[in-house]
């Protein structure tokens, strides 16, 4: 069982940055595969990126490459998401999420909101 916390969520103008955090309970965390995803009003839930417990790999949404930097702690169980050049299109409520397979993502964070203003 792992549980997720997420926070750094906030308001910016757009270009402006912020950094999100995922706090992960339980001692397997270095065995999860982590990711990111976000939930604009009205819309589905998207993928943002993922990272592999080792940290070697990782992918990201056409949308947030180059822009956003996911990466792990797996000392501190902790997972980030580097968030710049923010455009108003990244509003969204931002969950975090673990996965100990192939398959799909088995825990969920509450999520944090992210406000970009223009």
């Known amino acids: 069982q792992v549980q997720l916390v997420e926070s750094g969520g906030g308001s910016v103008q757009a270009g402006g940055s912020l950094r999100l955090s995922c706090a992960a309970s339980?001692?397997?965390?270095?065995?999860?595969?982590m990711g990111w995803f976000r939930q604009a009003p009205g819309k589905e839930r998207e993928f943002v990126c993922l990272?592999?417990?080792?940290?070697?790999?990782?992918y990201y949404a056409d949308s947030v490459k180059g822009r956003f930097t996911i990466s792990r702690d797996n000392v501190l169980n902790t997972v980030y998401l580097q968030m710049k050049s923010l455009k108003p299109e990244d509003t969204a409520v931002y969950y975090c999420?673990?996965?100990?397979?192939?398959?799909?993502?088995?825990?969920w964070g509450q999520g944090t909101q992210v406000t970009v203003s223009s």
């Open positions: 999420a673990a996965r100990s397979g192939p398959a799909k993502f088995d825990y």
């Open positions: 990272i592999t417990w080792s940290g070697s790999v990782k």
């Open positions: 339980g001692r397997t965390f270095s065995t999860y595969t």
